[in-house]
C-alpha cells in the first residue's frame, strides 16, 4: 500500500482531483495512510530489476524522493532512464546518495529520450564521486529546477573500466504558480485547495493593494504526516503585508481558526514561517495560508511548503530548496511555460503511481 498523499501528482485544485475520482477510482483515494512519506520510493534497482540499458529505460518516480540505484563497470558503460515531470510539477534535485567505487561516474541529462523523435537535446554533465554524495547534480550542472517535460539521464563510467555503485536520489515537488495557474483566490471567493505531496511544495504569486489584496489557498495534511516547514524562498517588493495562517477553510461549517501572522521582507528570505510564528510543525488537519496586501504596491512571493521524508538528505531538501531558491525559481518559471523545450509530452492529467513499481492509472 501507498500513501495518498505521495501518489497524487501536481498541484491542482481538488476539485479537478475529485472529478478525477471516478477514472482513478480507490487507487488513489483508499490508500492507507500509514505509510505516508515514511520510505523513499525506488524508481528502478539493478539488483531488483535488471541493468538499466544504454538506451533509456522509462521510470515513473512519484512525487518526493524516488531512487534510482545501479553499478556501471568495464562491461556495463552506461545506465540510461527516462522520466516524464507532469504538469504542476518540478524536479528539484537529484542528489547523489550513495557511491561506492574507484575513480567517478558522470551523469548526463537530456530533454527527450534517444527513442523519440526529436533527438534528445543536451543539457550538461557533471562528474560525481565521493566528494559529490549529498550533492544535487542539477545545481552542478546548473540546469535545475527542470519543469514539465521528458527527460533522460545517462550515467557513464569515468574512467572506462573502474566499478562504481550509486544511488541518485530524485526530489519531485508540486508547482502552484500563479503566472501559469491563475491568480489565488480572494475573499469571498474561498480559499483554493491545492494538492500537496511528500517533499517541497512551492507557491509562487503576487499580491497588490487595491488589485490583488489576498491570495488564500488551503492544503490538507494527511494521517502520519506533518507540514515541517513553511519557508520563504524568494520575495521582491516594497511596504507592509502579512502571512496568516489558520486552521480549516472559509467554506467549512466551522470557520477557520487563527494560528497566527508575521509578514514578508528581504531579510525573512530563507526564514521558515511556522518557526517565526511558533506554530510548527503541524500535524494532520486542513489549513489555510493567506497572503495580505491590502496598502502597498505589487510584491511577488515565493513560498516551499514542506512535508518531511525520512532521512538526512530529505530533511534537509527543505531548507536547501528554500535557500537556494532564488535562481532555481526563475529557471523553474522557463520551464512550466516553456512547453515546446522538451520532447513533445502526452498531456497526463494525473498519475497515482507511487514510484516505478505502481501502474500510473
Ligand atoms: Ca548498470
Ligand atoms: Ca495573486
Known amino acids: 500500500m501507498v500513501d495518498r498523499i505521495r501518489c497524487s501528482r501536481g498541484v491542482r485544485p481538488v476539485a479537478t482531483l475529485a472529478a478525477l475520482s471516478l477514472m482513478l477510482s480507490s487507487v488513489v483515494f483508499s490508500r492507507s495512510a500509514s505509510a505516508a512519506c515514511a520510505i523513499p520510493a525506488t524508481a528502478h534497482d539493478e539488483s531488483a530489476s535488471g541493468d538499466l540499458p544504454d538506451q533509456p529505460l522509462a521510470l515513473d ?32 534535485a537529484v542528489i547523489l546518495a550513495q557511491y561506492v567505487g574507484a575513480g567517478s561516474i558522470a551523469v548526463r541529462f537530456f530533454t527527450g529520450t534517444d527513442v523519440a523523435a526529436p533527438p534528445p537535446a543536451f543539457l550538461g554533465t557533471t562528474g560525481l564521486g565521493p566528494a559529490q554524495i549529498g550533492a544535487d547534480s542539477l545545481e552542478l550542472v546548473g540546469i535545475g529546477p527542470l519543469g514539465p517535460g521528458l527527460y533522460s539521464i545517462s550515467i557513464v563510467d569515468n574512467p572506462v573500466g573502474a566499478a562504481q555503485q550509486y544511488a541518485l536520489a530524485l526530489h519531485i515537488g508540486t508547482v502552484y504558480d500563479e503566472t501559469v495557474d491563475g491568480d489565488l483566490p480572494s475573499k469571498p471567493t474561498p480559499p483554493l485547495a491545492l494538492q500537496f505531496g511528500c517533499g517541497s511544495n512551492h507557491v509562487l504569486g503576487s499580491v497588490t493593494a487595491n488589485v490583488d489584496n489576498f491570495d488564500n489557498f488551503s492544503f490538507t495534511i494527511e494521517p502520519d504526516t506533518e507540514l515541517g516547514s513553511v519557508i520563504l524562498a524568494e520575495y521582491a517588493g516594497t511596504g507592509s503585508n502579512a502571512v496568516r495562517f489558520f486552521t480549516g477553510t472559509d467554506t467549512g461549517a466551522d470557520p477557520p481558526a487563527f494560528l ?74 522557463r520551464g512550466a511555460s516553456a512547453a515546446s523545450a522538451p520532447a513533445a509530452v502526452p498531456p497526463s492529467v494525473s498519475a497515482p503511481g507511487c514510484g516505478a513499481n505502481a501502474p500510473r492509472r
Open 61 to 92: 518516480p512519484g512525487l518526493g524522493e524516488s531512487r534510482v540505484k545501479g553499478s556501471i563497470s568495464a562491461g556495463d558503460q552506461f545506465d540510461s532512464a527516462s522520466f516524464t515531470i507532469e504538469p504542476g510539477e518540478q524536479l528539484d
Open 260 to 333: 497566527g501572522e508575521t509578514d514578508m521582507s528581504a531579510a525573512r528570505i530563507g526564514a521558515d514561517y511556522l518557526e517565526l510564528i511558533g506554530i510548527g510543525p503541524l500535524g494532520p488537519d486542513v489549513y489555510s495560508m493567506s497572503i495580505v496586501n491590502t496598502f502597498s504596491p505589487a510584491q511577488q512571493y515565493h513560498f516551499v511548503l514542506s512535508v518531511p521524508e525520512p532521512g538526512p538528505v530529505g530533511a534537509a531538501l527543505g531548507v536547501a530548496f528554500g535557500l537556494g531558491a532564488a535562481s532555481r525559481v526563475r529557471r523553474a518559471r
